[in-house]
Structure formats: structure tokens, C-alpha cells
């Protein structure tokens, strides 16, 4: 005999549909509650377990002073732009350096005027102190001769008087002139040396001014602060920031982990669609408070430790972005392989196998 299949009673076919249609809300309920629970424990474990860090990322700064007040007459680059060590940046016109640059020029001819005249009064002086020299010793070789001849009556007093005053006139004129070849020497000695002081000063004030131009120091990247022609500036202003063509992330490593972030760990950064390896460099032994993006307003300002992390070469970050720092969960780091390192060990790993089969 055929078996007749038994057929559901009619009125238990609405409690079924309903025993069926409860256990998915069942299911989907504990599949809510455990993500609630997990959410939960994110939120109130996840920070002491995983490196969620922020981070900012950044590059050598150089920042571009004024070295004298002035006005900017001329620009030559822009926000963003690649620049090289010695690129014009912009023209800075200083009426005080040029003035200042007039008068020690001024100074400095002045005291050449000078010492020319002490040259030519010394080689003067020099030129007539053997003839000087020579007149006082003659003279008081005729004044002992006199004086031999006086004493046996043969010279008259009026001779002897004249003979005197010639002598003393030769004397004088000789000590008159040693004098002014020693007094003539130390002061074109002083002379010279400030006026080598005077140039030297002179090419520093012109070299530091460069007729105005405000040339780039170093390698980089202009950043966004830029002025304006017009725009005046004082002594020590900054005029731009020029940025290193290798940035890097330096990370604000809060106080709650309870494990240690080490040198060399492997790490994620992300900022939006974005996201690069890059590796803990450096453990800086400095604080410092976070940026003001960073903040929480509803808690204490933070001043968490730094540090630094090297990015690869091929990186879509700005300089200065906001990035989050991931890749760690209670010290181990599930990144902790570069690629060529994957590689490799994917590549060892046959060969040991190879080698125990043929042993």
C-alpha cells in the first residue's frame, strides 16, 4: 500500500509558522545582543589591548626669517611648491639695511682716506730721519770742535752761541721725527685694524642683505603660509616654512596601554580611503599635548609620549594631515612582516620542507 503522507492539521499550521518565523527573531536578537557586547567591550577594554593612536604627519621644518625689517617687493613661489637649496624665494627691500649699509661704507672709505695720509706722512718721515740724523751728529761733532778751539781763545762767543742752536735745532728735528715715525706706526696699526673690522662688517651686512633676495636654505617643500607682496615684516619674522622631502608620522602614544609599543613594530596608517605600512622608528623621550583636533572636549587636556614612524616611500599623506595609527593587539604586532620579509619566508619554507624529505 502507497503511504499516505500525513498532512499538517489546519488548525496547528499558523502555530508552526510562527515557531519558525520566532527562532530567526531569536537569532537575529543574540546576534545584536552579542554585538552589542562586543561593541561594548571595545569601547571600554579595546583601548588598553589595541594600538589605536593618533598622529599627525610630519617633516624637517626649516623656517625662512626676516634678517632685517623690511617690505616684500617680489615673490617667486607659491604654497606647495618643490623647491632646491639656494631657489630665490621672494625679494625683501630694507630702507634701515641700506642706510646702514651707505654709512659703513662711508665709514669705511673715511678710514682709508686715513690711513693713506698716515702711509704717506710715515714714509715721509722715514725718508727724512737719516738726513735728520745725520745733521744732529755732525752738528755735535762741530759743537765739540768749537768747543776745543773756544777753550784755547780762537772762536769768538758769538760763534759758539750759533754753533749751539744749530746743534739744538738738527736734535729737535731729529727727535721730532723719531717720534712721529713710532706715533705714526701705532696709529695706522689701530687705524688698519678698524678699518678691517669696518670691511668685514660691511661684507657681512651686504652678504646678509643679497640686495634683498630671500634665498632657500635646503631641499623641500614651501608650506602654506606664504606672503604677500606688500606684506612687512620685523627683524626675526618668519616669512615661510620650507618642509623636507621626507615626512614621517609622529604619533601621541596614550598612557592606558597595557603593553609596551617597541622599535621596529610594524604599524597602519590610515586617513580616509588611504592606508600605508609604516614602522615604529624611534620611542621619543619627550611629551606633548595633542593638537586641538585631537581633543576631547568633555575631558582633561592629554600629553601623551611621542613617537616617531618611518613611512615607505610611496605615501599619499600631506604634510601636517590628521592620520590614525593601528596594527598591534597586547604587543603583537600582526604586521610585524614587511613584504620582501612574507616573501622570503614564503619562498624558505618549501626549501626546509625539501630538505626533511631528503633527509
Given at each position: 500500500m502507497e503511504r499516505i503522507r500525513k498532512r499538517p492539521k489546519l488548525?496547528?499550521?499558523?502555530?508552526?509558522?510562527?515557531?519558525?518565523?520566532?527562532?530567526w527573531s531569536r537569532r537575529v536578537y543574540f546576534l545584536l545582543l552579542i554585538a552589542l557586547i562586543v561593541f561594548g567591550a571595545d569601547f571600554v577594554l579595546g583601548s588598553l589591548v589595541f594600538l589605536r593612536a593618533d598622529g599627525l604627519v610630519?617633516?624637517?621644518?626649516i623656517v625662512v626669517a626676516a634678517n632685517y625689517p623690511g617690505r616684500v617687493t617680489q615673490l617667486f613661489t607659491r604654497e606647495g611648491a618643490t623647491i632646491q637649496r639656494g631657489t630665490v624665494l621672494?625679494?625683501?627691500?630694507?630702507?634701515?639695511?641700506?642706510?646702514?649699509i651707505a654709512d659703513l661704507a662711508f665709514r669705511d672709505a673715511e678710514l682709508a682716506a686715513r690711513v693713506s695720509d698716515l702711509k704717506v706722512r710715515l714714509v715721509t718721515a722715514n725718508s727724512l730721519l737719516p738726513f735728520a740724523e745725520r745733521s744732529a751728529v755732525e752738528s755735535a761733532?762741530?759743537?765739540e770742535r768749537i768747543d776745543t778751539l773756544s777753550s784755547q781763545g780762537l772762536i769768538p762767543a758769538s760763534r759758539i752761541d750759533q754753533a749751539l742752536a744749530t746743534r739744538y735745532e738738527n736734535a729737535a728735528r731729529f727727535a721730532e721725527l723719531r717720534g712721529q715715525v713710532n706715533v705714526i706706526g701705532e696709529q695706522l696699526s689701530v687705524i688698519e685694524r678698524e678699518r678691517r673690522r669696518a670691511t668685514?662688517?660691511?661684507n657681512k651686512l651686504e652678504a646678509s642683505y643679497a640686495d634683498g633676495q630671500v634665498v632657500a636654505q635646503a631641499d623641500g617643500i614651501v608650506g602654506p603660509r606664504v606672503p604677500v607682496v606688500g606684506q612687512g615684516f620685523e627683524f626675526g619674522e618668519e616669512l615661510l616654512q620650507i618642509y623636507g622631502s621626507e615626512p614621517y608620522v609622529l604619533g601621541y602614544?596614550?598612557?592606558s596601554y597595557l603593553f609596551?609599543?617597541?622599535e621596529g613594530d610594524r604599524v597602519t596608517i590610515q586617513s580616509g580611503a588611504f592606508s600605508v605600512q609604516g614602522t615604529v622608528e624611534s620611542l621619543l623621550p619627550v611629551t606633548d599635548a595633542l593638537p586641538a583636533e585631537f581633543q576631547n572636549l568633555f575631558r582633561p587636556?592629554?600629553?601623551?609620549?611621542?613617537?616617531?614612524i618611518k613611512l615607505e616611500k610611496e605615501q599619499p599623506f600631506a604634510t601636517q594631515q590628521k592620520v590614525r595609527i593601528t596594527g598591534c593587539f597586547w604587543g603583537w604586532c600582526w604586521n610585524s612582516f614587511t613584504p620582501t620579509e612574507w616573501t622570503r619566508i614564503a619562498t624558505d619554507k618549501p626549501k626546509s620542507m625539501a630538505m626533511r624529505h631528503a633527509d
Open positions: 488548525e496547528t499550521l499558523q502555530n508552526q509558522q510562527r515557531m519558525v518565523a520566532g527562532s610630519a617633516a624637517d621644518k621672494a625679494t625683501l627691500e630694507s630702507t634701515e639695511m641700506l642706510r646702514n761733532q762741530i759743537v668685514q662688517t660691511l602614544l596614550p598612557d609596551k609599543l617597541k587636556r592629554d600629553r601623551n609620549r611621542l613617537f616617531r
